[in-house]
């Protein structure tokens, strides 16, 4: 089955939502804490997916996708950025 993107209310994506949902979010939380070692393998984790798709996206939907990644990127880091700044 799809798995919902979107909100219906206002368009935007469900980023919390999905994360939440996840087994792997799931289990990083139980403790309420986040180590190292438990950041280093979801970095891995993301890493090897990209990588899988990397190598099984057809051109033009690698280009998207890479697009898509990008904004995402920069979607985080200006998040990350302005928190700094209300610090």
Request: proline letters at 3%; charged letters at 30%.
């Amino acid at each position: 089955m799809k798995r919902k993107w979107f909100s219906d209310l206002d368009g935007g994506v469900l980023f919390d939502e999905m994360a939440q949902a996840s087994p792997s979010f799931q289990a990083i939380l139980a403790d309420g804490e986040v180590s190292d070692d438990e950041l280093v393998s979801q970095a891995s984790k993301t890493s090897d997916l990209f990588r899988e798709l990397d190598a099984k996206l057809p051109p033009d939907l690698h280009e998207l996708a890479g697009r898509a990644i990008t904004e995402l990127a920069v979607l985080y880091a200006i998040q990350a950025h302005r928190q700094i700044k209300e610090v």
